[in-house]
């Protein structure tokens, strides 16, 4: 069972603005019947056209999705469009006292619903998303198949939310949930958010490493980036040695002997020449 | 609030019957039934007494009966067992519909390259003995079907999909957790080599299990050590919990006809009333042989998360092989395998009732799911198209 707080189950049994506006301003609809939930959402707009009066929701979905439907349709009373557009989907699950990870999905959805009323009624393509097939036209391509996901908005919602492994980002959109195909996709789109986001803090290329400082930071990678993900598959790696910039690395539990460990190979040298240095080679020895 | 307890698929509360006999078995009677002296005999014979009550269940012999620690315990056992019984055969045959004990083990033998076929069910989750008869070849080593299905309640034909397979000189294990104590078996009269019970799913407690591993089976031990079990499964026995076993399989024999008969009308009716009460409904397995307590009802355009959660404001218990409370995404994979629409899948609750089941619980559940499933389908944008086209 799940552990909802009782703002959730409050906002779930008493779902707040459940229905329809005939004369709605703004309708944003996103999921489906396959997805396995799906909101739509009605905006009522004052005469100026810039406060909103009104919002009602339909939601089918799980408990933690009609309680985000009803927190949303709560909390974007009273603002402009443009304020609205600031809510984002972790003050939707603030607004409940939070939801479990698992079921983070449902405030993105609700969050997404929103974009995509008020760029309706703006007249303006909705932002690149995928929940709910009938969205996603050319806005990015499609990494996750079973739920029509695209990668840029995977990648705004890796980066709103900082997440670094692919379960949370199945947690949070989908993606990945059902067969799993596109999860290797969603760890290079994590990477390259990552990448680009210590590229901004930075700003400027690493500084040459010491020898040492280089063997620390490898360590480091290593225990904080690769192996959790490993351990995710049921897999795990031992660093052998280091010379220089030549990792020798051996591969443990479902890893080792496994097909794909050339592919892991590479992982985790794309991981150490991202991090680390670009000049870092990385070697399967069998140890 | 008073529970009302349908979910006895999922666990069964335990008979106090068996738990009176077990108590001793703690404070007073702990002696370990491996040692020499009285006191560990006296248990001894009370194991053995077990035993011979789980045999009886089952139409088998005593010595054919290896205590475990769970039906996943016994399901592991017996698979790893075969492969290693024919280390040269790579080849296993199971089904898309079996519980995750058996599933997942041969997934993740097809990493270490076994081939592994997983055969189809058709939409009402029944088996194509065609299909199973194609897929055996002289490099298959075992092939393991479940009796009853946990979600649904679909039986399959365990008893000619064994000969079958005999006939091809593999082994056959069944995963019979979901069927022992609910519907007739006998070994005696069987060709199965190899078959997994759990205590917790006919009101013995969680953590005991049984291989029935048949007379002749080559059979080696997942846990080796100690010589318990005649050597097929080391580790001093959980006594009070065996003999909780035993006594409750010496009462699922004496309940036999009352679950075909009262539990069974039970859920038949339960089933009819909610078909007739809630629009756009099906039954998953329907139209298949099906365990006399078992209801898995698909109703559209709602999610089943949302039903349980209502459901349980009563007080009514049961489950869902739905996305969101599992914690995976997608409907359960015994639907998905049976190609269950979408539009329905999410909606699937399961009813699982035991011999505590009353028909007064069954009225509660008749008066209130329906007003349920409306509030739901009102508040759901599939649900409302639905409710104004009518
Ligand atoms: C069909 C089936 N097999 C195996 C199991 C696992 O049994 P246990 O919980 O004792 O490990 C269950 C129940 O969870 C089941 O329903």
Redesign the interface.
Known sequence: M?DYTDKV?EH??N?RN?G?IEDADAVG?VGS??C?????LFIKLDEKKERIVDAKF?????????ASSSALTEMVKGKTLDEALQVTNQEIADFLGGLPE??MHCSVMGQEALEAAIAKYRGVDAPAHGHGHDHVENEGEIVCK?FGLTDGFLKKVIAANKLHTAEQV?HFT?AG??CGGCIPKIKEIIAEVMGEEKKAAASKPAAKLTNLKKMQLIQEVLENEVRPQLWADGGDLELVDIDGSNVQVAFRK?CA???SSGYTAKFVEQKLRELVAPDINVQEVQG | MKEIYLDNNATTKVDELVFEEMRPYFCELYGNPSSMHFFGGQVQKKVDQARARVAALLGAHPDEIVFTACGTESDNSAIRSALEVFPEKRHIITSRVEHPAVLTQCRNLT??GYRVTELNVDGEGRLDMAELEAALDDDTALVSLMYANNETGVIFPIEEAAKLVKAKGALFHTDAVQAVGKIPLDMAASSIDLLSISGHKLHAPKGVGVLYVRRGTPFRPFLVGGHQERGRRAGTENTASIIAMGKACELAMEHMADENTRVRAMRDRLERELSALIPNTRINGGGADRLPNTLSIAME??????IL??LS?KGICASSG????S?????SHVLRAMGVP??CA?GSIRFSLSRFTTDAEIDTVIKELPPIIHRLR???????EFLNKK
Do not use: Y
Request: charged share 25%.
């Open positions: 799940w189950k779930f049994l779902p459940v329809e609809e019947l396959a396995g939930d799906a909101l739509k339909q939601t089918f979905g799980c408990g933690s999705a009609i698992e079921k079973c199945t989908k949930g059902a479902a002997g496994c097909a | 990493k270490r355009f709602v999610e089943g998360e949302g959660l209502l404001e739905s996305a969101c409370t914690g995976s995404l997608e409907p979408f539009t999410h009102e508040m759901s944008p599939f649900g409302r």
